[in-house]
């Protein structure tokens, strides 16, 4: 094993030392078993066992990179427009990780790889952004939260990528009451982004609403519009 094959001898009361040398390989440390070197002296085999520490380790890391579709001009994402995400899985530790899982729910990514001591695998792939990704989006402080798991064993890491969607509110008022004292009231709904989520407003023609905020929204005020419809109830917009 470690490439000695002599021939000495020993005087009486005397000893004689060989020396050599083994190189620890991969394998070794993959095996986990402790080294054992057995030499043959004469009609005896003493040996020796140089225990094996294995140290799993890897880091993950994920990215998100945006591309805009043509008509975007502000710098956050919108509907439509391409996310491409970067998962890379480091192995940091000594042992060559054999079947290391990584997972990503959202992009249906489910893989194993194999990855060696000091190596890194690299999985890549693109979303284009849905209506539902920027609903979820902006009840999650405007970003859309993108994670990855790398499991191996009883040993997982994860990293999240965001992207920060373009909030767009608007007022749709569907109608007005007249009040016998001359007051108008305004009835209306918040559309957030086009999605279902919906708020019933009240308020006076006019008036600021100062204590409503949704997604970090405060202070809308009606503006009163040229034309009426068809039944004779006045259409509003609210800018913000």
């Known amino acids: 094993m470690i490439g000695v094959d002599k021939t000495v001898d020993v005087e009486v009361g005397k000893s004689v030392t060989v020396t050599g040398t083994y190189t620890v390989t991969q394998a070794d ?4 078993t402790a080294i054992k070197n057995v030499a043959t002296v004469g009609d005896k085999n003493p040996e020796v066992e140089v225990p094996v520490e294995q140290k799993p380790g890897f880091e993950t890391d ?49 893989e194993t790889k194999t990855i060696q001591v000091g190596s890194a695998e690299t999985i890549t792939k693109q979303h284009t952004i849905t209506s539902q990704d920027i609903e979820k989006a902006a009840k999650n402080n405007g970003v859309i939260l993108n994670v990855a798991t ?27 009451y007249e009040h016998t004292d001359g007051t108008i009231s305004f009835e209306g709904k918040l559309f957030v982004n086009d999605s279902s989520k919906t708020e019933e407003i009240r308020a006076e023609y006019g008036e600021k609403i100062v204590d409503y905020t949704d997604n970090n929204i405060t202070g809308y ?20």
């Open 62 to 110: 994920k990215t998100a990179t945006l591309t805009k579709k043509e008509g975007n001009t502000s710098n956050k994402a919108e509907v439509g427009d391409v996310i491409t995400y970067t998962i890379t899985v480091t192995n940091t530790g000594n042992i060559t990780l054999e079947n290391i899982v990584i997972t990503d729910e959202m992009l249906s990514i489910n």
């Open 221 to 240: 005020e009606f503006m009163k519009a040229i034309t009426t419809d068809s039944d004779g109830k006045l259409p509003l917009v609210v800018t913000e």
């Open 150 to 176: 790398a499991t191996y064993g009883t040993i997982t890491d994860s990293d999240d990528a965001t992207t920060e969607i373009r909030m767009q509110y608007s007022y749709t008022v569907e109608y007005y």
């Open 29 to 32: 440390i993959d095996n986990g």
